[in-house]
């Protein structure tokens, strides 16, 4: 393939964003959670290329995002809670994994053969008029080789994707920084599948439903495996007296750092800033061949989807999930 181009994210960079994806092209676009690489859901080749440019196991499901509920009703089936949840987050970071309906015309590889879907609606303006334009659901995992650090810019995006997808809209900077909450509602209840953007705290406010914890018996989202966001440096957690030599990464006035997540503490900004820092801290940690530590976080509201990024983040290596 040729260079990836850098579009604006004007209408006319809209448009021929939605001419590659409507030709079963790959275009990475912003979202308020982080750049996902976007492809038709209805094509099976374009999803295969998905799974090809990010090397992401097959195994892994991807998310479908859609410009409103009434385009998830012809997919999937939603219960009275999963209409309850779109009503309240949609548009948003928040994912909804729901049992298919006959005749989706989905590619079977966008769900890895599930019988389920995980949906979503985005809030970023311009991943909205970019499934707008392309008149169809978009297929988009996070635009990054599979593994590694979730972009939030553009050239986050190029950094890991250059020259293997066609396009990238540039927005700047992504406003939740971090992924989506994906929660299930196949089996009667909401059960978490991964924390992110919504807390079960602010779900539980606005809805009145009990968000069950993950179930560690079964691995209920495929691919969601103990690597993941992985840095080229070791790192350590919850680190309040950092050894020298070490990249430091603080979080509020008690605990600095040479890099913070945020300096007054404030866990929204952490989130914003943790991919951007993650990748600063490692260039640094391989500049001086050393290992980074973090600072405790808290671990209540956005805070539950920071801890766990940055324990994936931690983990021993292995085939990872995308
Ligand atoms: P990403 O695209 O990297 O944000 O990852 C999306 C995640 O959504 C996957 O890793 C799965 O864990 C989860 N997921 C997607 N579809 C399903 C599904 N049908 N059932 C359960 N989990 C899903
Ligand atoms: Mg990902």
Redesign the pocket.
């Known amino acids: 393939m040729s260079e990836t181009l850098r579009l604006l994210p004007d209408a006319a960079g809209i448009a021929r964003a939605a001419e590659i994806v409507q030709a079963g092209g790959l275009v990475a676009m912003p979202t308020e959670t982080v750049y996902g690489l976007a492809a038709d859901a209805t094509s099976p080749g374009a999803v295969a290329r998905i799974y090809a440019a990010k090397g992401r196991p097959r195994i892994n499901p991807l998310i479908v995002h859609l410009p409103g509920i009434g385009a998830a009703r012809p997919l999937a089936r939603l219960s009275p809670a999963a209409e309850a949840l779109a009503a309240a987050f949609w548009p948003g970071p928040l994912t909804l994994v729901l049992p298919l309906v006959p005749g989706h015309g989905l590619a079977p590889a966008v769900t890895a053969g599930l019988p389920t879907v995980a949906l979503r609606v985005p809030a970023h303006p311009v991943a909205r008029a970019l499934i707008e334009a392309a008149g169809r659901p978009l297929a988009a995992?996070?635009a990054?080789p599979s593994g590694l650090v979730?972009p939030t810019t553009a050239d986050h995006v190029l950094e890991g994707l250059s020259g293997r997808i066609e396009a990238v809209i540039d927005a700047g900077s992504c406003p939740v920084g971090i992924?989506s909450t994906i929660l299930a509602l196949t089996d009667g209840g909401a059960r978490l599948l991964r924390p992110g953007g919504i807390s079960p705290e602010t779900i539980r406010e606005k809805t009145g439903i009990e968000v069950l914890p993950p179930d560690g018996e079964t691995i209920a989202a495929p691919g969601m495996l103990r690597s993941h966001y992985a840095p080229q440096a070791r790192l350590r957690l919850d680190v309040t007296a950092p050894s020298s030599g070490a990249v430091h990464v603080g979080f509020g006035p008690e605990h600095p750092g040479e890099l913070t997540l945020s300096a007054e503490g404030d866990l929204a900004e952490a989130a914003r800033n943790l991919f951007a820092v993650l990748r600063a801290a490692d260039r640094l940690a391989a500049a001086r061949g050393a290992e980074i530590t973090v600072a405790p976080i808290p671990r209540r509201g956005i805070g539950l989807a920071i801890n766990d990024r940055l324990a994936r983040a931690a983990a021993p290596r292995e085939a990872s999930g995308?």
């Open positions: 995992p996070s990054n979730s992924e995308g």
